[in-house]
């Protein structure tokens, strides 16, 4: 019978306690004082990808008249980990163990992995032997170095070719049909910069700020901090031309998708209330800068889970820091933009939440893609693989939970006798973003220790919790789009009788 979710969450629970026990028992085992007498021999392996595994012979002797157990351990970033249990060897007695190590690509064309095998003989101490596994990855390096540039040289100028012929066709749509505003030339390329703010509330003046290019910048430099740590940290382990290929590649995969989410998100409100495109890359460059300062946080608080709560933080940083941090910074872009005049109702709420969730993911992703999950180290046909999976559906996710928090906000806004409470509506609306998000996060675990355990073949919760989530906020938009109709037909209406009563 397969686990239901609960059960899988458990197990998650179960797992991190287990890894805990497997580290102290890799402790205690790397400390053996006897030398255990073996004869290693490996295979001679072609590394073509990573991780691969290589085969190991171990000739090992027990001279004690009772079984001996023996472990595999292995040192990694100087402290030692527990690989498997090999067995018993027979008492008095020499064994012949073969068995398969699992190797992964390191940043490093040559290098070596430190194993042990150890024993607790019949006299209760501690008996070992250690190895090294010489790897040549420079094979392996050449061949993705090859395949990068032949994706730079396929995909980059189509992809950039489109990229550039939306952007064009967004702004020519911007400039050529401008938003009315509720003031004669309230939206021109001079309000942009210098807004008529004269008279206007604190919160409608924040919502300005939110928008102005000078704003805009100051976020994108801020941004390009980021970058610029991402490529040096590559550029460390595989070179500048490495590096360079690497950002390049995950940075026009990690841009369109979330642009054209953004575009398609613009355009529908242009067309059913005329909003500025201002609002829309206003909110997405918001989000991207979320992503920076919800990174900064996250790390901050998951180096203080580690140290305190040990094997656990890894669970306890992903299905409760991290939404919680996330959903919070983007929600105040949303939160500061909800003050303008402009964002009266669930239809724009809704629409700039999940644009703001768009530019999340935009940053989100192209730091995954390039520093925790790059072609050396997974693979170019994997790290593809991923870059189509999280830039379609992980930019979605975001969107929609964003969408929970501005959709909140505009609703409230959308009644005349609730918006003052409107700003109140951020705290339920975060709450249920986190909520959602957390769900999310523990079906990408789930997801994860259901696969590793050959339960399936492919991801299963995650993908479904996605589907619901684009579902609800499509529901959510058709009733949206129907409430405004209704309200034009209202508001008509009223506009005739008045002209009548003239």
């Known amino acids: ?260 989410y953004f575009a398609a998100a613009w355009y529908f409100e242009k067309r059913e209330e005329g909003k500025p495109l201002r609002f829309f890359a206003g909110i997405f460059v918001w989000g991207m800068f979320a992503a920076l300062l919800s990174l900064i946080i996250s790390s901050s608080v998951a180096s203080e889970l580690k140290a305190f709560m040990l094997a656990s933080y890894v669970i306890v940083a992903t299905t409760v820091v991290s939404p919680m941090v996330e959903e919070i910074m983007k929600g105040l872009g949303v939160l500061f933009m909800s003050g303008h005049h402009e964002y009266n109702d669930t239809l724009t709420g809704l629409l700039l939440g999940f644009t703001c969730g768009a530019g999340f993911a935009f940053v989100e992703n192209w730091f995954y893609f390039s520093t925790k999950a790059n072609p050396f180290e997974i693979g170019l046909v994997s790290w593809g693989t991923l870059i189509v999976y999280r830039s379609l559906f992980n930019t979605l996710a975001h969107g929609c939970f964003t969408a929970a928090i501005s959709t909140t906000i505009g609703y409230i806004r959308g009644v005349p006798k609730l918006r003052k409470f409107a700003r109140l509506a951020f705290v339920p609306g975060v709450f249920l973003a986190v909520v959602i998000h957390s769900i999310f996060n523990i079906s990408a675990l789930a997801d994860g220790f259901v696969v590793a355990n050959r339960e399936a073949l492919f991801f299963v919760f995650n993908p479904m919790l996605i589907i619901l989530l684009v579902a609800m906020f499509f529901l959510v938009l058709v009733t949206a789009v129907i409430d405004e109709k209704k309200r034009r037909v209202r508001q008509a209406a009223y506009e005739s009788a008045q002209r009548q009563a003239q």
């Open 1 to 260: 019978m397969r686990p239901n979710a609960l059960m899988i969450i458990a197990a998650l629970a179960l797992l991190s306690n287990a890894a805990y026990s497997a580290d102290n028992l890799a402790g205690e085992l790397s400390e053996y004082t006897s030398a255990l007498r073996t004869e290693v021999s490996m295979e001679n392996t072609v590394l073509t990808g990573s991780p691969q595994l290589i085969g190991v012979k171990i000739q090992a002797e027990n001279p004690f008249e009772m079984a001996m157990p023996v472990y595999l351990i292995r040192e990694s970033s100087g402290e030692w980990e527990f690989v498997k249990f090999l067995g018993g060897l027979p008492a008095d007695s020499t064994t012949i163990i073969e068995l398969e190590v699992e190797v992964r690509y390191e940043k490093q064309a040559r290098q070596k992995t430190h194993y042990a095998v150890v024993g607790r003989g019949g006299d209760g101490e501690l008996y070992g032997s250690d190895f090294w596994v010489e790897e040549d990855w420079s094979g392996y390096e050449s061949e993705i170095n090859r395949s990068l540039s032949g994706a730079i040289a396929t995909y980059v100028p189509i992809i950039g070719t489109l990229l550039v012929l939306l952007i064009s066709i967004v702004g020519y749509t911007a400039y050529s049909s401008r938003s009315p505003g509720i003031k004669e030339d309230e939206y021109t390329l001079t309000t942009l910069v210098f807004p008529k703010v004269a008279g206007r509330p604190f919160e409608e003046k924040l919502a300005d700020v939110m928008i102005n290019p000078v704003m805009l910048l100051a976020e994108l430099a801020c941004v390009s901090v980021l970058v610029a740590l991402m490529f040096q940290g590559i550029e460390q382990g595989s070179g500048w031309e490495n590096a360079l290929q690497v950002m390049l590649l995950s940075a026009v995969g990690s841009f369109t998708v979330p642009f054209f």
